[in-house]
Nanobody, 120 residues
């Protein structure tokens, strides 16, 4: 079982910055991937940024050049540095972790979400 707790959300002016954190606990040794997703009101949850299985990163086109995902393995924590924020970035941001069991079955875990609101 993996537990994820996000923090760092808030309200900022357009052009401002926020840094989100996601702390993982529990069976963290089994985590294969971690990343950030977001869901705006009335819309589906979408990928923002993530580490892939081989350690590479994927970013949504809408955030490339503005957001950066990073991690601290010693703290079992991933971060999302968000710069040059735009009103369209307003959403609930969720941390995600993928765990692969010894028989190759993948489980997906989600944090509770943290609200990011960007005003124009």
């Amino acid at each position: 079982q993996v537990h994820l707790v996000e923090s760092g959300g808030g309200q900022v002016q357009a052009g401002g910055s926020l840094r989100l954190s996601c702390a993982a606990s529990g069976s963290t040794f089994g985590i294969n991937t971690m990343g950030w997703y977001r869901q705006a009101a009335g819309k589906e949850r979408e990928l923002v940024a993530r580490f892939t299985t081989d350690g590479s990163t994927n970013y949504a086109d809408s955030v490339k050049g503005r957001f950066t995902i990073s991690r601290d393995n010693a703290k079992n924590t991933v971060y999302l540095q968000m710069n040059s924020l735009k009103p369209e970035d307003t959403a609930v941001y969720y941390c995600n972790a993928g765990v692969v069991t010894t028989i190759g079955v993948t489980y997906t875990y989600w944090g509770q979400g943290t609200q990011v609101t960007v005003s124009s």
